[in-house]
């Protein structure tokens, strides 16, 4: 079977289909296409600052390499240059499309203006004043950004200066996502991931790494166990340094997985400096019985906070919806039963594959997940299909508190 033709990538300046039919709707023509220049701008932007992954250049191993040298600087150029083109040219865009007003002279500081003559005047105000603002933040973080690169205590190492530039480019994604949010919700109730390019995205990319993360943190505590079971062995000592090597081998895996890209430069340093402690462990001849808890559950209860953060800061509105869909599912499940309908099985099975979504969420969940998945796979008869939706309803996380404004 020939392989599958990858999906060609949107243009740079593509926008969400949601946010180009609210434009077309605007009545001011002549608002609504200054705007798409700039929403086309700014979606430029954020692809820029999202396509380009900048952990090709982040340090593999923990040692130095010399600072801020000449080859250093090379290499990074093209990271920092692709930061700031994007974000210069949507200041450049909202400046052209909508000029800062000149500052009124004889008349005080403020000046005076005349009041709004209609709500769209109002709207299309509001509108400039969020546009001028966005990009004067934008453009002091440009000049923050140039600063921070000329710091020798950032430049001295290189993973302090990779953490800043990942730092600036999500401050700018944050930003610029803003403006366009804010200059949608204007005119019409919107929600963030329907209007703001490539935020869909980015909350895929963090439900994926949760769910890697939940992996990584039951194959390590599995090690952990089958370590401590070790003690009972002829030769305990050999055993955990294998499980050493073992635990070892499954960070650097988490670390090189696709999903690891969400992961902040600081937590990647982490998962290094972890591993870098257990294979120093493993060569060791002798190996107390708490040497390798002691490495390894700091670092789960360091995940689980990192993956708490992930999901408050980035998925609460994601698992409502998933919630909110499982919750359809078994409805439509609990239908087909008392109706006598196949259709239970298919809809379980559709409602266990959405769940996959949730995983990482509540360990418990996980757990009933991946049984469920078995047994959706392997069929379901009647009694089979009741049971599981039971456990379904039982085990599925009460849906998160909604979500606070800009989290």
């Not at 180009?20 to 608002?31: F, I, N, V």
């Not at 932007?45 to 040298?69: C, F, N, V, W």
């Not at 949730?358 to 009741?386: H, M, N, Y």
Request: glycine share 6%; proline share 8%; hydrophobic share 45%.
């Amino acid at each position: 079977m020939p392989a599958p033709t990858p999906k060609p990538r949107p243009p740079q300046d593509a926008l969400p289909a949601r946010l180009e039919s609210l434009l077309e709707a605007l009545t001011d023509r002549h608002l609504a296409d200054r705007l798409e220049r700039v929403h086309r701008a700014a979606a430029v932007a954020i692809d820029r600052l999202g396509h380009l992954s900048i952990a090709k250049y982040e340090p593999t191993s923990l040692e130095a390499d010399g600072g801020a040298d000449l080859s250093l600087w090379e290499m990074m150029a093209p990271a920092i240059g692709d930061t700031l083109v994007g974000v210069n040219q949507l200041i450049a865009a909202v400046h052209q499309e909508f000029p800062p007003p000149s500052r009124p002279t004889g008349l005080g500081d403020g000046g005076w203006a005349p009041p709004p003559a209609s709500s769209d005047e109002r709207l299309a105000q509001e509108v400039e004043a969020v546009l001028h603002a966005v990009a004067d933040r934008l453009a002091r973080r440009v000049a923050e950004l140039g600063q921070q690169m000329r710091r020798p205590e950032v430049v001295s190492d290189r993973w302090t200066l990779m953490a800043e530039l990942q730092a600036f480019r999500a401050d700018f994604r944050v930003t610029i996502g803003d403006l366009v949010y804010l200059t949608a919700a204007a005119f019409d109730d919107v929600r963030r991931e329907d209007v703001v390019p490539g935020y869909a995205n980015q909350v895929g990319a963090r439900a994926a790494l949760r769910a890697a993360a939940a992996d990584l943190r039951r194959s390590l505590q599995g090690r952990l166990e089958r370590a401590a079971r070790a003690e009972a062995r002829a030769r305990p000592a050999m055993a955990r340094q294998g499980v050493a090597r073992q635990v070892a081998e499954s960070l650097s895996a988490f670390v090189s997985l696709p999903a690891a890209v969400a992961l902040r430069t600081p937590q990647k340093q982490q998962v290094l400096e972890v591993r870098a402690r257990l294979l120093d462990a493993a060569a060791q001849a002798e190996l107390a019985p708490d040497a390798l808890p002691g490495l390894v559950e700091p670092y789960l209860a360091a995940l689980e906070e990192q993956m708490e953060e992930v999901t408050r800061v980035w998925l609460v509105v994601h698992d409502r919806s998933v919630w909110a869909t499982c919750g359809l599912k078994l409805e439509q499940a609990d239908m087909h039963l008392t109706l006598g309908s196949r259709g239970a099985e298919r809809v379980l099975a559709e409602a266990v594959a959405a769940a996959g979504a949730l995983l990482g969420r509540s360990p418990p969940f996980d757990t009933f997940l991946r049984k469920a998945r078995q047994e959706a796979g392997d069929g379901l008869e009647e009694a089979g299909a009741r049971e599981l939706l039971g456990r379904f309803r039982e085990r599925l996380p009460p849906p998160p508190p909604p979500a606070l404004p800009f989290s």
